[in-house]
């Protein structure tokens, strides 16, 4: 792990600010934490945010845990929680450029990466994730990632859009 992150440091940073730290959560029980305040911000939102609620489908992910499934952190090992100073204005684009370094390094040590993305929009809205992980109240989560050791192996990118580029001619 700390061969990965150690790439994060060679990411580009606003006015090389850098300025990223890193908070490794492991354990089961940290983990089954995490996602109960996720499910518990969720369920806030569905009465507060309601269109946020249907679009990022809320009911959905609630339901799959209530029977156990984890469709919210997908039963990784380990999160890889970036904060930074509250007051770091080139914070945000810092910590996507480090966490993709992060990233692409990972295949190379045999590891697999995802984003936890709602579990990232939690840690941003509801203060109960921040407290848990116990980030200062100076500090703000800007990127989670999901790592560990892939169970299957692909052997191709996934589809995407043909690429949409055109060449300006004054």
């Known amino acids: 792990m700390l061969e990965l992150l150690n790439i994060a440091r060679f990411a580009p940073s606003g006015h090389n600010t850098q300025g990223i730290s890193y908070l490794i959560v492991e354990g089961s029980e940290n983990l ?9 911000w969720m369920m806030g939102a569905m009465k507060s945010s309601p269109e946020l609620a249907a679009y990022l489908n809320f009911p ?26 509250k007051d770091l204005l080139p914070a945000q684009v810092s910590t996507v450029l480090s966490l993709e370094y992060v990233e692409l390094f990972a ?6 990466t995802c ?11 509801f ?6 992980l116990k980030i200062p109240a100076h500090r703000n989560i800007m990127g989670i990632l999901m790592a560990g050791y892939p169970k299957y192996k692909y052997r191709r ?13 004054n």
């Open 127 to 132: 203060p109960a994730f921040s407290q848990f």
């Open 107 to 112: 295949p190379a040590l045999g590891m697999g």
């Open 32 to 40: 089954t934490r995490l996602r109960e305040i996720v499910v518990e």
């Open 157 to 169: 990118l996934p589809a995407r859009n043909p690429l949409d580029v055109a060449w300006f001619k």
């Open 60 to 85: 959905a992910l609630i339901e799959a845990h209530g029977k156990g499934e984890d469709l919210i952190l997908r039963n990784a090992p380990l999160l890889i929680v970036a904060h930074a100073p």
């Open 115 to 125: 984003w936890a993305g709602i579990a990232q929009r939690c840690a941003q809205a």
